[in-house]
């Protein structure tokens, strides 16, 4: 590359973070980044974060020059104007020469411009593993065929007023989102930017398996997504039976990202792993709607059995918090999916939103979460018959509605699934009325006290009878006694209580496949 091409490219390329090579990896903004280029960078993040505050600020700003009158927000654009344009040209050409004359960016960027057009696979993903950089200056690895259109049921038809539709849409954008997803917010991004490009570098260094990909939904987002292959096969590539030829995709919190949440969990376990952000989120693009959520991970699951070749059998889904939703829809969406395991997660999100804000915004609280943030897991989860564990934190600040087990809001979503498989047992009120009280207990030992008569064998004799779940017909003709034994059984299998608070990482002794019926009538 001649010098001017080179000069020219410099200007605009890719912001750099990591060089990983033999085992190590180098932090470029510490160790090789020129001061001229720290500080244009740092002018850049300032108009970021003046972009920022201004859109914040602009209903106050529009309110203010309808009361006053335009004259002051004209006489501070004239007097601004000049001085930040001025600014941004000079940080753009200093930024620009001072990448140019950087050894480690120019070999970077020459790197990046083979990597980026180039065809073969393991040139991109060499190329991906060595560098951590802008991800957003990286071609799309895959173009999304399936996902939802924003009126689909799946997520729940909500009639909004077309007059009203540029309020709700400023509400759901400026209020609902930060509250909501706080993660697809600038700040928190900006603030996450060096603790994410750490740990995606620590998974370059720890894992050679690993790879990354852009994909792009039929809504246009594209998504950030990370593959660790654990599948392990013989000298003949025959595959080899373990915990690696199961993939569990990981569904992250409101505020976590896969290269600092549960990503890990799995990894830890054995299993091949598949990481993705929420639109918004990190290098990922979009704003975190319903719709959006769901082609999200509708691209996702298409990456994995189309290019990474897992059957539907073979995948397992993991949701965290918010991250249920995720999981709950694609459960719902792909019923034939192997496992899936939904932790520290609510029934819907509107009985968690009203009480967090003021009583007169009620309505307009309804109204944008039904039409934008439609999180309503509790219509989807149940639909789904594969196996299931709800992990459910004891001490749950955050989804719960009084601050203990009994107001937290995976309770009625425990409750939701059960009744759909088992509708015999667990619609009967007695018996639901008692796996009420279970759920106010965080111990399996008041529960079972609660059992008289508890008999395991009982319950494998019933379950050998059963077809399901679902089995609208098990606990027929049983009494009382009888079904509140078989309930607690099957209650005790969907459900494990884990210690610690919503935010606490989740200890290893939890993270399982859920239970199957197999697993207790196998000989």
Known sequence: MDKVGLLIKCFNSPRLYQICKDGLCVDYYATQQTVVEKWS?????????????????????????????????????????????????????????????????TQFLESHTESITSNSNIIRQSFLNKYDFDFSEWNVDMKATAGVTPDSDIHGQYYVPLILKPFYYFMATWIAKPLAYPGATYPINAIMRKHLSAGRASHMLMRRNMTRAKLETIDNNHIDSVFVDNRAKDEDGTPVEGPGQTLVITCEGNAAY??????????????????????????????????????????????????????????????WSIGGFSASYLANAHPDIGNVIIDASFDDILPLAIPRMPEWLGS?????????????????????????????????????????????????????????????????????????????????????????GYDLEFCKEQLSKSTGPPDVELGTGLTRDEKLILAYYLFSKHLTDCEGGHNNPLPRKYFKMPWKKSDDLTP
């Open 258 to 319: 896969y290269e600092v949440g549960a990503f890990e969990y799995p990894l830890k376990e054995g299993y091949s792993a598949m990481g993705w952000n929420h639109p918004g989120f990190g290098y990922s693009t979009g704003i975190p709607y319903g719709t959006a959520d769901g082609n999200a991970i509708e691209a996702v699951y298409e990456y994995a059995t189309k290019e990474l070749g897992f059957a539907p059998k073979d995948i397992a889904v993991y949701g």
């Open 41 to 105: 960078n740092m002018v850049f993040d300032g108009y970021s974060w003046l972009i920022t505050i201004v859109t914040y600020l602009s209903p106050f700003i529009v309110y203010n020059a309808y009361k006053h009158g335009l004259e002051g927000p004209i006489a501070i654009g004239k007097l601004s104007f000049t001085p930040l344009i001025t600014l941004y040209v000079v940080a753009f050409i200093l930024r620009g020469s001072a990448r140019c004359v950087t050894p480690a960016y």
């Open 364 to 452: 307009v609280t309804n109204n944008c979460c039904r039409k934008y943030f439609n999180l309503h897991n509790v219509a989807l989860l149940p639909k789904y018959q594969g196996p299931i564990r709800l992990i459910r934190r004891n001490g749950d600040e955050i989804i719960s509605t009084n601050g203990h087990a009994s107001g937290n809001r995976g309770n009625q979503l425990l409750m939701a699934v059960l009744q759909s498989r088992y509708p015999v047992l667990f619609k009967d009120q007695e018996v639901a009325s008692m796996a009420m009280d279970w759920l106010d207990q965080t111990s399996p030992v008041p529960r079972r006290h609660s059992v008289p």
